[in-house]
């Protein structure tokens, strides 16, 4: 009868999980997005994290109220027979409505600007004590504070990078070219593609980057089957210099924290180079410059190649307090892989997921 409601099975939904045959569902109504996904803003690889599963909240969360009204030309014409919400989806919805009735999603711009200045005030303090001062104990709390004001910079790219912190969504960028191009040196764009991956995969062995540092770290045991990374479209091998550095990576660990940012730097080289859609490409990298102006200038005026050395490794090392606080958070986690070796258990939602790790 015309009219008449069409369901598939939630174990239908899910034989289309691939790359070509990309269905999704979203408030129990089945979309295919096989022939869209690679014109996805935000890339095919969350869509195939995600694929042949209810990805309601998820689409919520990353999305805009507008993009409702792009959903009914995917439309299958199928429903998801059952469809109903799970307890930990409406533990997260209510979590998250109770937060938007307090205004915690609310734009507060004043709070990024006093971030701002902070950083700026620490920035000129650091300059005085390099340019104005001749004592070694000086260089060296220059150094400690350039790296605390790399935190915090850090911080205001990070929020900024989830939402809107500013007035505006120019000045949003503007405070994420700051805060992180120019001030860091870590590229916005590499930081959104990244952490968005990493929170539509919370805790993916397979598709979370955040957990895929073979040959240095391994999280898993299942690492050591050289499993495939989807994100970065290669093999994370397990070969014998990996085994080697993961033999003693409880004694490694904390030293590698301290020089972690060299990665940092080398990553957002490697993305902004790239043939990757990079978005705002030549801000990024205009961005970029600015801190490899200013900082090897800043370097070039301490008297002495020791001190100089002293004052790289003493800024980067206090920069590890923010990355071994970022590994805590993330290695403890319980983690899973979508591979056809290590099935996703039914009860890691995303959006739980997402709460606990």
């Given at each position: 009868?015309e009219g008449e409601?069409k369901y ?5 939904l899910?034989?289309?999980?691939k790359?070509?045959?990309l269905w999704?569902?979203?408030q129990g109504?089945v979309?295919?997005v ?10 095919e690889i969350?869509?195939?994290n995600l694929a042949?599963?209810?990805?309601t ?5 990353y ?6 009204h792009y959903?009914?030309?995917?439309f299958t ?14 533990d997260?919805r209510?979590?998250a ?13 004043h709070v990024?600007?006093?971030s701002?200045?902070?950083v ?6 650091v ?7 001749d004592?070694?104990?000086?260089h060296?709390a220059?150094a400690?504070l350039?790296?605390?004001l790399?935190?915090q910079?850090a911080?205001v ?14 000045y949003?960028k503007?405070a994420?070219l700051?805060?992180?191009n120019?001030?860091?040196g870590i590229?916005i764009a ?6 968005n ?9 397979d ?5 895929q ?6 999280v898993?045991?299942?690492?050591f089957n050289?499993?495939?990374?989807c994100f970065?479209?290669?093999k994370?091998k397990f070969?014998p210099f ?5 033999s003693y990576?409880?004694w490694t660990f ?14 957002t080289l490697?993305?902004?180079f ?11 990298i ?5 801190f ?6 800043l370097?070039?005026?301490?008297p002495n190649?020791?001190e100089?050395f002293?004052f790289?490794l003493a800024?980067?090392?206090v920069?590890?307090?923010?990355h071994?606080?970022f590994c805590?958070n993330?290695?403890?986690a319980n983690?899973?892989?979508?591979d056809l ?9 995303w ?7």
């Open positions: 009868m409601k598939i099975t939630a174990e239908e899910e034989e289309h999980n790359s070509g045959d999704i569902s979203i109504k979309y295919d096989s022939d869209w996904a690679k014109d996805h803003p935000g890339g969350p869509l195939l042949g599963q209810d990805v909240d998820a689409f919520i969360a999305h805009p109220g507008t993009a409702w959903l009914d030309k995917f014409g199928y429903h998801l027979q059952d469809f109903k919400v799970s307890e930990v989806s409406k997260y209510r979590l409505s109770e937060f938007a009735k307090t205004g915690m999603f609310e734009k507060k711009g990024a600007l006093y701002l200045t902070s700026a005030l620490m920035f000129v303090v300059l005085y004590g390099v340019l104005r001062c004592s070694v104990w000086a060296l220059s400690m350039l790296g605390m790399w935190i910079s911080y790219g990070h929020d900024s990078g989830h939402y809107e912190v500013m007035t505006s969504r120019g949003n503007l994420q700051i805060s992180g120019c001030l860091t590229s590499w930081w959104k593609w990244t952490h991956a990493h929170h539509i995969a919370c805790n993916s062995l598709y979370d980057p955040d957990l540092h073979i040959p240095v770290f391994a898993s045991s299942r690492l050289s499993i495939t990374s970065y479209g290669r994370l070969d990996a085994r080697f550095m993961i990576q409880h904390y030293p590698v924290m301290c020089v972690a940012r060299v990665n940092l730097y080398v990553q490697l993305l902004l790239s043939n990757r859609k990079v978005p705002d490409r030549a801000l990024n205009m961005g970029i410059l600015v490899w102006t200013w900082f090897p200038l370097i070039s005026n301490l190649w020791p100089r002293m790289v800024s980067f090392a920069t590890s307090i923010q071994v606080q805590l993330h290695f403890a983690v899973y892989a979508r070796t290590i099935p996703v258990p039914k009860n890691l939602l959006e739980a997921l997402n709460t606990h790790g």
